[in-house]
C-alpha cells in the first residue's frame, strides 16, 4: 500500500506544478506556495500525535480508501473544470462567473499530501529534531512550488499541451484510486451462489433511467424554447419590417399632399399680406376716429376695407342694438374661426417634421442591408428617398412655422382692437342710457 501512496505523491506533485503553472494570475501560484509552508508550519503539532502503525493500518482498511476515492472523484471534477476553463480563456471564448472561478481553483490536494510526507518524514529520519524536519519541509514545499511553477512553463511552453497533460494525470490518479479501492483485499467478493438481490438492482436502473429521462427531456425542452424564442422573434421582426415598408408609399403621398397644401396656403397667405398691408393705413384712422369720437360707427373708412373675417365681425357688433352677450359672444365666434385657422398652419409645422423622419428611417433600413449585401445602387436609392423626404419634410414644416407666427400675431392685433370697439360700444351705450 506504501508504493501505491508513493506513486500517488508523484503524480499529484506533477499534477500540483502543472496545475499552477496554468493559472492565469500569477500571484495566486505565488500565494498557495506560500500557504503550503505555512500549512506544514502549522500542522507540525498535529503530525506529532500520530502514530505510523495506526497510520498505516486506517490506510489499509476499506472505508478509508472509500472516502479517498470520494475525495478524488470531486478534485477530478474541480480539475476537469479548471482545464475546461483555462482553454475557454486561451481561445478567448466567453464563460460564465462559474467557469472563470473554477480557473482560479489551486490544486488543495497537495496540503494532505504534505502532511503524509511530514508524518513519515517523523518516523523515518528519527534522531534529527522534528522542529528542524518541519522547517526543511516548510522551505522545501514552497520552494518546489515556486521553481517547480516556473520550469514548468520553461519545459512545456505550450498551454494546450499542459492542460491535456493536467487532465490526462488526473484521469490516471483516478484509475489508480478505483482500482485500489476495488481490488482491495477487504472487498466483498460475489461468487455464483450469491443471490440476486433484484430490488436493489431495479432501484438503481431507475434511478438511472430517471435521470437520464430527466436530462433528456430538459435538453429537448431548453432547444425547442430556444428555437421558438428565434423563430418568434424573426416573425416579430419580420412583422415590423413590412409594417415599416408598407408605410413608406403613404408616408410620401402625405409629404407631396402637405408640399402642395403649403404652396398653396404660401400663395393665399401673400395675397392676404398684400391686401392687408394695403389697407391697414384705412384701418388704423378708422381705429384712431373712434377714440376722438368715442362712439363706434363704420363710416367710409370702415367701408373702404376688404371683406374679412374682421370685418364681419365688426358689423356684426355695430349693425344691432347693444348687447353685451351678444358682443361677447360675437368675438368668441371670432376667436374660434381664428383658432381653427391658425391650425391649419400648425398641422404643417407639426406633420411635416413628422413625416419628414418617418421618411428619412423607412429607407434606412433597406440601405443598410443593401451595404451589407454590396448592392451599392440599392443603398444609393434609399439614400435618395431618405434626404428627399427630410428636405421636403423639412421645407413643410418651414413654410408653416413662418405662416403661423404672422398670422398669430395678426389674430393678436384684430383681437385687441375688437375688445377696445367692444368697450367703446359698452361706454357709448351707457352714456345714451344715462341721457334717457
Known amino acids: 500500500m506504501s508504493d501505491i501512496i508513493l506513486i500517488l505523491s508523484i503524480l499529484y506533485g506533477l499534477k500540483a506544478l502543472l496545475t499552477t503553472s496554468l493559472i492565469p494570475d500569477k500571484w495566486i501560484g505565488i500565494g498557495f506556495s506560500l500557504l503550503c509552508g505555512v500549512f ?60 472563470r472561478m473554477l480557473g482560479f481553483i489551486p490544486p488543495l490536494m497537495m496540503l494532505p499530501l504534505l502532511y503524509y510526507i511530514q508524518v513519515n518524514m517523523f518516523f523515518t529520519f528519527v534522531g534529527v529534531d522534528f522542529n528542524l524536519l518541519t522547517s526543511i519541509l516548510c522551505g522545501a514545499a514552497v520552494i518546489f512550488m515556486l521553481s517547480g511553477t516556473y520550469l514548468t512553463k520553461y519545459v512545456l511552453p505550450g498551454t494546450a499541451f499542459r492542460i491535456e497533460l493536467t487532465a490526462l494525470l488526473e484521469l490516471l490518479i483516478f484509475i489508480l484510486v478505483i482500482c485500489c479501492t476495488i481490488f482491495h483485499p477487504s472487498a466483498l467478493i460475489y461468487t455464483d451462489d450469491t443471490p440476486l438481490d433484484y430490488r436493489s438492482l431495479l432501484l438503481t436502473i431507475g434511478v438511472v433511467v430517471v435521470f437520464f429521462t430527466v436530462g433528456f427531456i430538459w435538453n429537448k425542452l431548453k432547444l425547442r424554447i430556444k428555437r421558438k424564442k428565434i423563430i418568434i422573434m424573426e416573425q416579430i421582426s419580420n412583422v415590423l419590417f413590412w409594417i415599416s415598408g408598407g408605410l413608406l408609399v403613404p408616408v410620401i403621398l402625405g409629404l407631396i399632399w402637405f408640399f402642395v397644401r403649403s404652396m398653396l396656403m ?104 443593401g451595404l451589407a449585401s454590396g448592392d451599392i445602387s440599392s443603398m444609393a436609392y434609399n439614400m435618395q428617398v431618405a434626404f428627399a423626404t427630410t428636405v421636403i419634410g423639412l421645407f413643410v414644416g418651414a413654410v408653416g412655422f413662418i405662416l403661423a407666427q404672422i398670422k398669430q400675431r395678426w389674430i393678436n392685433t384684430d383681437m385687441v382692437q375688437l375688445d377696445y370697439i367692444a368697450e367703446l360700444y359698452s361706454q357709448n351705450h351707457g352714456a345714451s342710457d344715462k341721457e334717457e
Request: charged letters at 25%; hydrophobic letters at 40%; glycine letters at 8%.
Open 40 to 99: 506544514v508550519w502549522y500542522s507540525h503539532g498535529f503530525a506529532l500525535e500520530q502514530n505510523k502503525l495506526t497510520l498505516e493500518t486506517g490506510l489499509e482498511g476499506q472505508k478509508i480508501l472509500t472516502d479517498v476515492f470520494l475525495v478524488v472523484m470531486v478534485d477530478l471534477m474541480l480539475t476537469l473544470g479548471f482545464c475546461i476553463s483555462i482553454l475557454k480563456r486561451s481561445i478567448n471564448e466567453k464563460e460564465n462567473w462559474a467557469n
Open 266 to 369: 404660401l400663395g393665399n397667405f401673400c395675397g392676404s399680406y398684400v391686401t392687408r398691408v394695403r389697407r391697414e393705413k384705412n384701418r388704423t384712422e378708422w381705429i384712431d376716429s373712434l377714440s376722438q369720437t368715442g362712439k363706434p360707427t363704420m363710416d367710409s373708412r370702415f367701408e373702404s376695407l376688404s371683406e374679412t373675417p374682421f370685418t364681419k365681425t365688426v358689423r356684426c357688433m355695430l349693425s344691432e342694438d347693444y348687447n353685451e352677450a351678444v358682443v361677447n359672444r360675437t368675438i368668441s365666434d371670432y376667436e374660434i374661426t381664428s383658432d381653427k385657422e391658425l391650425g391649419k398652419y400648425k398641422l404643417l409645422v407639426k406633420m411635416g417634421p413628422i413625416l419628414g423622419l418617418m421618411g428619412t428611417l423607412i429607407p434606412m433600413g433597406p440601405a443598410l442591408a
